[in-house]
């Protein structure tokens, strides 16, 4: 039946395009008796078959959503900071402005520095990595190569002397990854001593059954008895927690009146040169640097590792900026954003619930 046909009278469609789903060993001749039903969204949807039977005697069955309105997963993309051309991004950033407003200097220095790196630091792709298993290697790579090999031969002169040949590559298939699965378990084991960590163990034992811990997200919350499964909504829930939390709603009456008398009270950000510190700041903003810790960066995406490689021209100027910004009494609007990450801590899922309850 071609694709689209439908199927009596509940509006549903019939995605089969006459391909062969089924392969009868012992006649050795292909059949199609699995179907693809859905409902009327047939141009949204693409049906194909495998053309390996993966040990199994019928042929996986592949639908493709063609729309280009689906969200694939990603991952975050981030510079790849072994790989970077340092000296030319040193010479990328020569001059950064030190005039106009604070916000327009320090947009212009966000996107100086930004572009220089775009241009000398490789990035990731931000496709989600194929969840490999410990035991593959790379001759359970050549005999599953094989293994297809023998079986395309057969599939296209379906003889029993190709027949025997794809039997027999199956079978040194199968031996193969046995012994490399034995292998590796038995290496597994031996590597686990007293002084191992419970979870590195833990963390080993996902690896083997092919989970990784970096691919779980938040799936849904519970709101006030209402269950949230929208990401975006999931979000706004714990910002909207987080900022009442933060807001002087939370705060205790005397705290409140001793902060609006505080905040009126004029601060004198003028420096008086006469002292050390502030005679010369230069080496102690390049000492910072060098003590600091590469950390996550934050909305504007610049990284410590690229402030650390900046030329004396450049570091000059944020110096100059980051005087402008306490001379001037003025903070940069961009400054103010950050991004709030929450971790969900294993086994403390309905004491996250209660918290968020009990704030509202």
Known sequence: MPNGTPVGDHGLCLLNDNSYTHFHQASQTFHTIDLAICSPLVPYWKFSTCTNLFNSDHFPIVLTYVKNDFPFPKRPVKYIFGKADWPLFESLTPNMVDKDSIDVAVNTITDCIISSADNSIPKTSGNIPKLCKPWWNTECYTCQKTLEKAWYDFRRY????????????????RQIRRRSMNTTWCSYVNSITRQV??????????????????????????????????????GNVIGQTLSEISSESSCPNDFIAFKKCEEQKSVGFLPSYAEDYNSTLYHELKDALRKSNPTSPGPDQIHNNMLKH??????????????RIWQERVFPLSWLKAIVVPIPKPGRTSKTRIIIDQSL
């Open 158 to 173: 379906p003889t029993t002397h190709n027949l025997n040949k794809f039997k027999k590559a199956r079978s040194k298939f």
């Open 197 to 234: 960590s419970s979870k590195i163990v833990w963390d080993k034992v996902r690896k083997i059954f092919g989970c990784y811990s970096d691919t779980q997200n938040i799936s849904f919350l519970n709101y006030n008895g209402q269950v949230i499964s929208d990401t975006k909504e999931i």
């Open 310 to 323: 900046l030329g004396e021209s450049s570091l000059l100027t944020i110096l100059l900026f980051f005087n």
